[in-house]
Protein backbone atom coordinates (compact mmCIF):
# COMPACT_ATOMS: atom_id res chain seq x y z
CA UNK A 1 0.00 0.00 0.00
CA UNK A 2 0.88 3.69 -0.55
CA UNK A 3 -0.70 6.60 1.33
CA UNK A 4 -1.57 9.89 -0.88
CA UNK A 5 -1.40 13.00 0.93
CA UNK A 6 -3.47 15.84 -1.27
CA UNK A 7 -3.49 19.61 -0.25
CA UNK A 8 -6.57 19.96 -2.39
CA UNK A 9 -7.79 23.79 -3.34
CA UNK A 10 -11.61 23.87 -1.84
CA UNK A 11 -13.23 23.57 -5.41
CA UNK A 12 -11.63 20.62 -6.38
CA UNK A 13 -12.40 18.55 -3.60
CA UNK A 14 -15.46 17.49 -4.01
CA UNK A 15 -14.09 16.31 -7.74
CA UNK A 16 -10.90 14.76 -6.00
CA UNK A 17 -13.38 12.82 -3.26
CA UNK A 18 -15.92 11.52 -6.62
CA UNK A 19 -12.54 10.28 -7.81
CA UNK A 20 -11.11 8.29 -4.94
CA UNK A 21 -14.37 7.17 -2.89
CA UNK A 22 -15.28 4.50 -5.44
CA UNK A 23 -12.50 2.97 -6.39
CA UNK A 24 -12.08 -0.20 -4.73
CA UNK A 25 -8.35 -0.07 -4.85
CA UNK A 26 -8.72 2.79 -1.94
CA UNK A 27 -9.33 2.73 1.74
CA UNK A 28 -8.92 4.91 4.69
CA UNK A 29 -9.72 7.98 3.29
CA UNK A 30 -10.13 11.25 5.48
CA UNK A 31 -10.76 14.44 4.71
CA UNK A 32 -9.92 17.53 6.94
CA UNK A 33 -11.78 20.75 5.62
CA UNK A 34 -9.39 23.61 5.57
CA UNK A 35 -6.51 21.39 6.88
CA UNK A 36 -4.18 22.63 4.20
CA UNK A 37 -2.59 26.36 4.63
CA UNK A 38 0.08 25.87 1.64
CA UNK A 39 -1.73 25.90 -0.54
CA UNK A 40 -4.82 26.55 1.02
CA UNK A 41 -7.62 24.12 0.97
CA UNK A 42 -8.82 20.89 2.61
CA UNK A 43 -6.47 18.41 3.35
CA UNK A 44 -7.65 14.66 1.89
CA UNK A 45 -5.47 11.24 2.74
CA UNK A 46 -6.10 7.66 1.72
CA UNK A 47 -4.38 4.59 1.45
CA UNK A 48 -3.90 3.07 -2.11
CA UNK A 49 -3.31 -0.04 -3.72
CA UNK A 50 0.11 0.20 -5.23
CA UNK A 51 -0.63 -1.48 -8.41
CA UNK A 52 -3.75 1.58 -8.81
CA UNK A 53 -1.87 4.48 -7.81
CA UNK A 54 -0.19 5.49 -11.10
CA UNK A 55 -3.85 5.36 -12.59
CA UNK A 56 -5.30 7.34 -9.85
CA UNK A 57 -2.45 10.03 -10.27
CA UNK A 58 -3.05 10.67 -13.81
CA UNK A 59 -6.71 11.23 -12.99
CA UNK A 60 -5.55 13.46 -10.36
CA UNK A 61 -3.82 15.21 -12.79
CA UNK A 62 -6.40 15.86 -15.36
CA UNK A 63 -8.54 17.19 -12.69
CA UNK A 64 -5.58 20.09 -12.60
CA UNK A 65 -4.20 19.12 -8.12
CA UNK A 66 -0.66 18.96 -10.45
CA UNK A 67 -0.57 22.29 -10.59
CA UNK A 68 -3.11 23.85 -8.36
CA UNK A 69 -2.68 21.55 -5.28
CA UNK A 70 0.25 19.34 -3.99
CA UNK A 71 0.54 15.66 -3.94
CA UNK A 72 2.64 13.63 -1.51
CA UNK A 73 3.80 9.72 -1.88
CA UNK A 74 4.41 7.92 0.94
CA UNK A 75 5.38 4.44 1.90
CA UNK A 76 3.49 2.01 4.07
CA UNK A 77 5.21 -0.17 6.66
CA UNK A 78 2.21 -2.32 7.46
CA UNK A 79 -1.58 -1.88 6.81
CA UNK A 80 -3.04 -4.65 8.95
CA UNK A 81 -6.73 -4.36 8.11
CA UNK A 82 -9.32 -5.91 5.94
CA UNK A 83 -9.93 -3.00 4.08
CA UNK A 84 -6.32 -2.72 2.70
CA UNK A 85 -6.72 -6.69 2.05
CA UNK A 86 -9.77 -5.81 0.31
CA UNK A 87 -8.04 -2.94 -1.80
CA UNK A 88 -5.08 -4.72 -2.61
CA UNK A 89 -7.24 -7.83 -3.85
CA UNK A 90 -9.03 -5.10 -6.40
CA UNK A 91 -5.94 -3.56 -7.78
CA UNK A 92 -4.35 -5.34 -11.15
CA UNK A 93 -1.41 -7.27 -10.76
CA UNK A 94 1.15 -7.75 -8.02
CA UNK A 95 2.48 -5.07 -5.88
CA UNK A 96 6.31 -5.81 -6.96
CA UNK A 97 5.51 -5.28 -10.92
CA UNK A 98 3.47 -1.78 -10.52
CA UNK A 99 5.03 1.61 -11.18
CA UNK A 100 4.46 4.65 -9.68
CA UNK A 101 5.90 7.03 -13.12
CA UNK A 102 5.46 9.95 -11.27
CA UNK A 103 7.63 8.67 -7.93
CA UNK A 104 10.38 6.87 -10.45
CA UNK A 105 10.21 10.59 -12.63
CA UNK A 106 10.68 12.66 -9.32
CA UNK A 107 13.57 10.16 -8.11
CA UNK A 108 15.31 10.65 -11.17
CA UNK A 109 14.95 14.83 -10.86
CA UNK A 110 16.26 14.74 -7.90
CA UNK A 111 19.58 12.09 -8.45
CA UNK A 112 20.12 13.93 -11.82
CA UNK A 113 21.27 17.25 -10.18
CA UNK A 114 24.32 16.23 -8.49
CA UNK A 115 25.53 16.95 -5.09
CA UNK A 116 28.81 17.92 -3.18
CA UNK A 117 28.23 13.73 -1.83
CA UNK A 118 27.95 12.30 -4.96
CA UNK A 119 31.21 13.81 -6.66
CA UNK A 120 33.25 12.89 -3.20
CA UNK A 121 31.84 9.57 -3.00
CA UNK A 122 32.81 9.52 -6.58
CA UNK A 123 36.29 10.85 -5.85
CA UNK A 124 36.95 8.69 -3.13
CA UNK A 125 35.48 5.41 -4.92
CA UNK A 126 37.99 6.10 -8.05
CA UNK A 127 41.04 6.65 -5.43
CA UNK A 128 39.90 3.42 -3.86
CA UNK A 129 40.19 1.49 -7.54
CA UNK A 130 43.57 3.33 -8.15
CA UNK A 131 44.68 1.66 -5.02
CA UNK A 132 43.29 -1.53 -6.39
CA UNK A 133 44.87 -1.33 -9.54
CA UNK A 134 48.46 -0.56 -8.05
CA UNK A 135 48.66 -3.57 -5.56
CA UNK A 136 46.39 -6.18 -7.35
CA UNK A 137 43.49 -6.30 -4.79
CA UNK A 138 40.08 -7.62 -5.63
CA UNK A 139 38.59 -6.78 -2.45
CA UNK A 140 39.21 -2.99 -2.85
CA UNK A 141 37.49 -3.18 -6.19
CA UNK A 142 34.56 -5.00 -4.65
CA UNK A 143 35.13 -2.16 -2.43
CA UNK A 144 35.81 0.50 -4.76
CA UNK A 145 32.37 -0.57 -6.84
CA UNK A 146 30.10 -0.28 -3.47
CA UNK A 147 30.68 2.99 -2.50
CA UNK A 148 30.72 4.32 -6.25
CA UNK A 149 26.95 6.44 -6.76
CA UNK A 150 27.05 6.47 -10.18
CA UNK A 151 24.25 4.35 -11.06
CA UNK A 152 21.73 6.73 -9.89
CA UNK A 153 22.85 9.35 -12.63
CA UNK A 154 22.84 6.00 -15.05
CA UNK A 155 19.44 5.24 -14.29
CA UNK A 156 18.15 9.18 -14.40
CA UNK A 157 19.65 9.02 -18.12
CA UNK A 158 17.62 6.14 -18.36
CA UNK A 159 14.37 7.60 -17.11
CA UNK A 160 15.18 10.55 -18.87
CA UNK A 161 15.50 9.12 -22.35
CA UNK A 162 13.00 6.30 -21.51
CA UNK A 163 10.12 8.84 -20.87
CA UNK A 164 10.96 11.41 -23.65
CA UNK A 165 12.53 14.06 -21.03
CA UNK A 166 15.33 15.60 -22.71
CA UNK A 167 16.36 18.18 -20.19
CA UNK A 168 16.80 15.31 -17.53
CA UNK A 169 18.58 13.08 -20.08
CA UNK A 170 20.99 15.95 -20.56
CA UNK A 171 21.49 16.57 -16.90
CA UNK A 172 22.15 13.20 -16.19
CA UNK A 173 24.84 12.78 -18.63
CA UNK A 174 26.32 15.75 -17.77
CA UNK A 175 26.52 14.86 -13.93
CA UNK A 176 28.25 11.27 -15.23
CA UNK A 177 31.05 13.15 -17.46
CA UNK A 178 31.46 16.28 -14.67
CA UNK A 179 31.26 13.57 -12.32
CA UNK A 180 34.03 10.63 -13.62
CA UNK A 181 36.13 14.10 -15.17
CA UNK A 182 36.57 15.50 -11.79
CA UNK A 183 37.25 11.92 -10.28
CA UNK A 184 39.78 10.97 -12.63
CA UNK A 185 41.92 14.43 -12.39
CA UNK A 186 42.06 14.06 -8.89
CA UNK A 187 43.30 10.53 -8.79
CA UNK A 188 45.54 11.19 -11.20
CA UNK A 189 47.29 13.97 -9.67
CA UNK A 190 47.52 12.37 -6.48
CA UNK A 191 49.10 9.31 -8.47
CA UNK A 192 51.32 11.42 -9.66
CA UNK A 193 52.62 12.51 -6.54
CA UNK A 194 52.66 8.86 -5.32
CA UNK A 195 54.52 8.01 -8.39
CA UNK A 196 57.54 11.17 -7.70
CA UNK A 197 56.86 9.33 -3.84
CA UNK A 198 58.48 6.15 -5.42
CA UNK A 199 55.62 4.19 -4.32
CA UNK A 200 54.97 2.72 -8.03
CA UNK A 201 55.42 3.08 -11.30
CA UNK A 202 54.52 2.11 -14.80
CA UNK A 203 55.98 -1.39 -14.55
CA UNK A 204 53.71 -1.60 -11.37
CA UNK A 205 50.45 -1.09 -13.79
CA UNK A 206 51.58 -3.12 -16.70
CA UNK A 207 52.75 -6.05 -14.71
CA UNK A 208 50.43 -8.95 -14.70
CA UNK A 209 47.61 -8.77 -12.57
CA UNK A 210 45.82 -11.82 -12.06
CA UNK A 211 43.29 -9.87 -9.96
CA UNK A 212 42.44 -6.97 -11.57
CA UNK A 213 43.97 -7.14 -14.96
CA UNK A 214 40.47 -7.82 -16.58
CA UNK A 215 39.35 -4.15 -15.45
CA UNK A 216 41.10 -3.00 -18.60
CA UNK A 217 40.89 -5.89 -21.01
CA UNK A 218 36.69 -5.49 -21.61
CA UNK A 219 35.21 -8.47 -23.34
CA UNK A 220 32.11 -9.59 -24.69
CA UNK A 221 31.03 -10.60 -21.36
CA UNK A 222 31.97 -7.20 -19.85
CA UNK A 223 29.04 -5.99 -21.86
CA UNK A 224 26.48 -8.77 -21.01
CA UNK A 225 27.13 -7.92 -17.02
CA UNK A 226 26.64 -4.36 -17.85
CA UNK A 227 23.14 -5.03 -19.61
CA UNK A 228 22.29 -7.19 -17.05
CA UNK A 229 23.32 -4.99 -14.13
CA UNK A 230 21.49 -2.57 -16.12
CA UNK A 231 17.86 -4.24 -16.09
CA UNK A 232 18.49 -5.25 -12.68
CA UNK A 233 19.23 -1.98 -11.13
CA UNK A 234 16.65 -0.01 -13.06
CA UNK A 235 13.81 -3.18 -11.93
CA UNK A 236 15.17 -2.57 -8.35
CA UNK A 237 14.26 0.94 -8.73
CA UNK A 238 10.59 1.09 -9.79
CA UNK A 239 10.02 -1.52 -7.53
CA UNK A 240 11.43 -0.04 -4.32
CA UNK A 241 14.03 -2.90 -3.72
CA UNK A 242 16.97 -0.70 -3.32
CA UNK A 243 18.52 -3.58 -1.51
CA UNK A 244 19.41 -5.41 -5.06
CA UNK A 245 21.22 -2.06 -5.87
CA UNK A 246 24.49 -3.41 -3.90
CA UNK A 247 24.60 -6.71 -6.31
CA UNK A 248 24.40 -4.02 -9.25
CA UNK A 249 27.22 -2.18 -7.80
CA UNK A 250 29.22 -5.01 -7.06
CA UNK A 251 28.59 -6.60 -10.94
CA UNK A 252 29.69 -3.40 -12.98
CA UNK A 253 33.01 -2.11 -13.91
CA UNK A 254 32.98 1.72 -14.53
CA UNK A 255 34.80 3.23 -11.05
CA UNK A 256 37.76 0.23 -11.37
CA UNK A 257 38.25 1.51 -14.79
CA UNK A 258 38.28 5.03 -14.15
CA UNK A 259 41.05 4.01 -11.18
CA UNK A 260 42.86 2.18 -13.50
CA UNK A 261 43.05 5.16 -16.28
CA UNK A 262 44.10 7.40 -13.78
CA UNK A 263 47.22 5.06 -12.47
CA UNK A 264 47.99 4.50 -16.24
CA UNK A 265 47.90 8.19 -16.88
CA UNK A 266 50.40 9.54 -14.21
CA UNK A 267 52.79 6.41 -14.43
CA UNK A 268 52.85 6.47 -18.17
CA UNK A 269 51.69 2.85 -18.92
CA UNK A 270 49.88 4.11 -22.39
CA UNK A 271 48.74 0.27 -22.97
CA UNK A 272 46.48 0.30 -20.54
CA UNK A 273 44.42 4.02 -21.01
CA UNK A 274 42.34 2.63 -23.68
CA UNK A 275 41.34 -0.47 -22.59
CA UNK A 276 40.07 0.87 -19.20
CA UNK A 277 38.52 3.82 -21.38
CA UNK A 278 36.78 1.28 -23.42
CA UNK A 279 35.50 -0.29 -19.81
CA UNK A 280 34.07 2.29 -18.24
CA UNK A 281 32.24 3.98 -21.50
CA UNK A 282 30.80 0.26 -22.17
CA UNK A 283 30.02 -0.05 -19.00
CA UNK A 284 27.71 3.36 -18.85
CA UNK A 285 26.63 2.62 -22.38
CA UNK A 286 25.65 -0.87 -21.43
CA UNK A 287 23.96 0.18 -18.12
CA UNK A 288 21.66 2.95 -20.12
CA UNK A 289 20.56 1.01 -23.35
CA UNK A 290 19.59 -2.10 -21.04
CA UNK A 291 17.88 0.32 -18.11
CA UNK A 292 15.77 2.35 -20.90
CA UNK A 293 14.66 -1.09 -22.53
CA UNK A 294 13.78 -2.48 -19.29
CA UNK A 295 11.51 0.80 -18.51
CA UNK A 296 9.82 0.64 -22.14
CA UNK A 297 8.85 -2.77 -21.56
CA UNK A 298 7.74 -2.17 -17.80
CA UNK A 299 5.47 0.79 -18.95
CA UNK A 300 4.10 -1.40 -21.95
CA UNK A 301 3.09 -4.16 -20.22
CA UNK A 302 1.57 -2.57 -17.54
CA UNK A 303 -0.52 -0.06 -19.72
CA UNK A 304 -1.29 -3.46 -21.30
CA UNK A 305 -2.34 -4.87 -18.32
CA UNK A 306 -4.48 -1.77 -16.82
CA UNK A 307 -6.69 -1.87 -20.13
CA UNK A 308 -7.16 -5.77 -20.29
CA UNK A 309 -8.40 -5.06 -16.29
CA UNK A 310 -10.32 -2.25 -17.29
CA UNK A 311 -12.44 -3.89 -20.05
CA UNK A 312 -12.84 -7.12 -17.81
CA UNK A 313 -14.00 -4.80 -15.08
Same mark, same amino acid.
Given at each position: ?????????? *????? +????????????? !????????? /????????? *? +???? @?????? /???????????????????????????? *??? /?????????? +????????? =???????????????????????? @????????????????????????????? !??? &????????????? +??????????????????? @?? &????????????????????? *????????????? =? &??????????????????????????????? @????????? !????? =?????????????????????????????????? =??
Amino acid at each position: MLHLRLAVPA *DLSAE +VLELLEPSRSVCN !LAITRGGSL /KPAGDLVEA *D +VARE @ATDGLL /KELAALGLHDRGGITILAVEASPSRNAV *DAE /KHAPGAPDDA +VVWDAVLDS =AEGQSHGSWSYYAFLCLATLIASV @AVVTDSAILVVGAMVVGPEFSAVASLAVG !LAL &GRRQLAARALGLL +VRGFAIAIALTTLLALVAV @AA &GWFDASTVASPRPLTGFIWRP *DRWSLVVAVLAGA =A &GVLSTTAGRSNALVGVFISVTTVPAAGDFSV @ALASGAWSQ !LGGAA =AQLGLNIVGMTVAGVLTLLLQRALWDRLRRRTAV =AA
